[in-house]
């Protein structure tokens, strides 16, 4: 019995576009797709404070063929607020949840990040907040699934777990939690549906 969601906050709640948008004109990407996979494959250190951002982008700069003295001083974070904005539909949709379930953020995330997305109002629709920054631990591996399971008292099987990327849902499967890799919000509520959970 599904007790607890999981969910992603980059490319789930939070719609990123406009960032992609800037990150891909810089990297010269032709498949934005491709790119925000590249840059979340990576992401891991940076986010759970292992790495600089400077590091980080040269590593990005390198599988992309690019100079690393092309890309801008804390791209991260410069713009964020203005690049990205919350899902509305995606927002409406965990707070109708969460009347049934506990709801868990799980976000691979940096300081200025969380600040604007605190200012937002976004953590306060979740019974948990696990910012990786925060907690030093990153998506990529399962540690910290399972610290967000020992923190809300859950076994494995009682959560699902939802995120764009397809390598962080199979590492929550991993650590036993099943997932959806999550599209579009019409596309969750149909997953959602199947398992009798809407």
Not at 182 to 191: C, D, I, P
């Amino acid at each position: 019995m599904i007790k607890a969601i999981l969910f992603d906050a980059g490319g789930v709640i939070i719609k990123s576009g406009n960032q992609i948008n800037i990150f891909a004109k810089i990297f010269r990407a032709k498949n934005k797709h491709k790119l925000w996979e590249k840059i979340n494959h990576y992401v891991g250190p940076l986010c759970a404070g292992k790495m600089s951002e400077k590091e980080y982008w040269k590593i990005i700069a390198k599988s992309e063929g690019i100079d690393p003295k092309n890309i801008p001083d804390n791209l991260w974070a410069k713009n964020y607020g203005k690049t990205t904005k919350i899902d509305h539909k995606m927002m409406a949709l965990i707070k109708s949840l969460r009347k049934q379930y506990k709801t868990i953020l799980i976000s691979n995330t940096i300081r200025p990040h969380v600040i604007i997305n605190k200012k937002r109002g976004l953590f306060d629709n979740f019974d948990d907040v696990i910012n990786s920054n925060e907690v030093h631990l990153s998506k990529d591996t399962k540690s910290i699934f399972q610290l967000a399971l020992k923190r809300n008292h859950l076994k494995a099987e009682e959560c699902i777990f939802i995120d764009d990327i397809q390598k962080f849902v199979d590492i929550a499967k991993s650590a036993g939690i099943p997932g959806i890799c999550f599209r579009n919000v019409s596309q969750l509520k149909k997953e959602l549906s199947r398992l009798g959970m809407l």
